[in-house]
């Protein structure tokens, strides 16, 4: 068990929404105790107090641990002896800030959906107080612990591309091509701009691919960018259901983001290319195993999971299958708890420099996560100009 190799203790752990029938709350708990790092022992898991005191009971929590809300939650933990350490915030855009504050100020380590929050100035307020509490802070970029992602990480920062010129990125489904929400209350709130907040697609699917290219090529530096919105289904309207952002790097490189959810036929077609001077390779979220890899002048090649042939990384080598079993999105979520786990348990050992380089989205990629939709609204909201980054 992860926990037992590193000799410390188990997090406990509690959560924030993802009740019954939601599927990210599923993936949080799969994922967070895949390895024995975190025990979930309390949670406030719905606004209607019975039925989430029902669904917790039905998954093993002690009924004294079950809270009608996060404040209550937050207060009486901090009474016990055993009280959670941690605390997953998997509810609806509109209340992240106040909850992640609220546990920061309760001395919690948290890992939040994305987005973190709203606008840059309250990002600033729980980067301040993350770092006044030194707590650690996760954000859940869910698709970052996959190995080959960092398989071309490790190729680009070792100059087998080349120079970097062009950073193509996509996530564009067709589940709402129709006005679907009509029937969905899962999709009702997620375009309405009261719980949302400034923006749909951009900030539901755009950013993950956004930040897939970051993890990838962390050095190019977003220098201006262009964005054109759109709401193909009127009914969204102030909010895009599709939108695509022109990005110029400080070294020269462009980019393109294109984000929807009206991309008729599609199922996820989150793909991110990068193409070099040399050589350019290419991820696709429906293939997490393989990466392509094309050198001018020579035949593609398909790089895949679990084979000697990668960058012996620990961030590549960290199979929980053997190379030609399919790995998927629980398998990557596992490998983020894992390292928010051992970035926590570090930080109560008082031991912070044993993962001063370990790679997890935090609380500055949820920053800067929320600047970037700050700044796509106001080029679109303003003919769709060049607005410097």
Known sequence: MFSEELGFETIRWGMVGGGRGSQIGYIHRAAAQRDGAF???AGAFDLNFERGKDFGKNIGIAEDRLYANYKDMFEAESKRPDGIQ???IATPNSTHYEIAKAAL????HVVCEKPLCFTSQEADELLKLAKDKNRVFGVT??????????????MIENGDLGEIRIVNMQFAHGFHSE???INDPGTKWRVSPEVAGPTYVLGDVGTHALFLAEVMAPQLKVNRLLCSRQSFVKSRAPLEDNAVVLLEYENG????LWASAVNAGSMHQQKIRIVGSKASIEWWDEHPNQLKYEVQGEPARLLDRGMGYLYQDETVTCDRLGGGHAEGLFESWANLYERFGRAMQAHNANNNDSVKDLIYPNIHDGAAGVKFLEKCVDSANNGSVWVKY
Do not use: C, D, F, P
């Open 39 to 41: 025990k979930l022992i």
């Open 86 to 88: 941690a605390v997953s």
């Open 105 to 108: 100020e309760a001395n919690l």
């Open 141 to 154: 970029y869910g698709y970052t612990g996959a190995q080959m992602i960092h398989q071309a990480r490790k």
């Open 179 to 181: 006005e679907v929400e």
């Open 253 to 256: 490189a462009i980019g393109t």
